[in-house]
């Protein structure tokens, strides 16, 4: 069962998000790591986490709801590589909304805390964002994120596939930890809590190293 606070914390922060005024950035920032100089991205990074098939939370206006089995990160010269698949037939790119929360500093004390990160950066993808990703930076109170920017995203029959480039998460090592969370947005309804979390809130968050 996930906690409502986690619930109303991602939707309001996804709502921010979609609400906010992009902010693009074209050139990596500081990395707030114990004040030392954050060397560029190593050749390659990666990262990745499953979760149980199954244990979705259900929801009567669907057959299936979008239940996350498996998420990965690639990070190579610079741009990182973002791969979330779901069970097979538990995708709606029509009613999923999938966010995926970063720490990018690796500081869970800064960022919201959500799920036992302190997420700095998250990703909205799917259900009410067309064929674009929209990224948002933490704004420094609770479920205030701000624009970014959008980037591309690839569909696949069971999930979504999303790349960009690691200075609009401000993070030029390639270094994170993350998390995967899916709601559902039926037209014309509000959209749901937290269905869905990737991994489990009970274990590690994945890690990109």
């Given at each position: 069962?996930?906690?409502?606070?986690?619930?109303?914390?991602?939707?309001?922060?996804?709502?921010?998000?979609?609400?906010?005024?992009?902010?693009?950035?074209?050139?990596?920032?500081?990395?707030?790591?114990?004040?030392?100089?954050?060397?560029?991205?190593?050749?390659?990074?990666?990262?990745?986490?499953?979760?149980?098939?199954?244990?979705?939370?259900?929801?009567?206006?669907?057959?299936?709801?979008?239940?996350?089995?498996?998420?990965?990160?690639?990070?190579?010269?610079?741009?990182?590589?973002?791969?979330?698949?779901?069970?097979?037939?538990?995708?709606?790119?029509?009613?999923?909304?999938?966010?995926?929360?970063?720490?990018?500093?690796?500081?869970?004390?800064?960022?919201?805390?959500?799920?036992?990160?302190?997420?700095?950066?998250?990703?909205?993808?799917?259900?009410?964002?067309?064929?674009?990703?929209l990224i948002g930076r933490y704004g420094g109170s609770p479920a205030n994120f701000v624009s970014v920017d959008r980037v591309p995203v690839v569909f696949m029959?069971?999930?979504?596939?999303?790349?960009?480039?690691?200075?609009?998460?401000?993070?030029?090592?390639?270094?994170?930890?993350?998390?995967?969370?899916?709601?559902?947005?039926?037209?014309?309804?509000?959209?749901?809590?937290?269905?869905?979390?990737?991994?489990?809130?009970?274990?590690?968050?994945?890690?990109?190293?």
């Open positions: 069962m996930i906690d409502r606070s986690i619930a109303v914390t991602l939707v309001l922060s996804a709502l921010a998000v979609a609400c906010g005024h992009p902010r693009p950035q074209t050139a990596p920032v500081s990395h707030p790591l114990s004040g030392s100089a954050v060397t560029a991205a190593p050749h390659r990074l990666h990262g990745e986490a499953d979760d149980p098939a199954g244990d979705a939370t259900a929801d009567p206006r669907l057959a299936r709801s979008p239940d996350l089995v498996h998420a990965s990160v690639d990070v190579v010269d610079g741009q990182a590589h973002f791969v979330v698949r779901l069970v097979s037939g538990t995708f709606d790119r029509t009613t999923t909304l999938v966010i995926v929360n970063l720490d990018t500093d690796g500081n869970p004390s800064t960022g919201q805390a959500i799920a036992g990160l302190g997420v700095d950066y998250v990703i909205s993808l799917g259900d009410g964002q067309g064929d674009t990703a029959a069971d999930g979504m596939d999303v790349s960009l480039p690691l200075a609009l998460l401000g993070n030029p090592s390639g270094r994170m930890t993350f998390r995967v969370m899916t709601f559902i947005h039926v037209p014309n309804t509000q959209t749901t809590g937290v269905i869905d979390v990737l991994p489990d809130v009970n274990r590690e968050p994945g890690r990109v190293e």
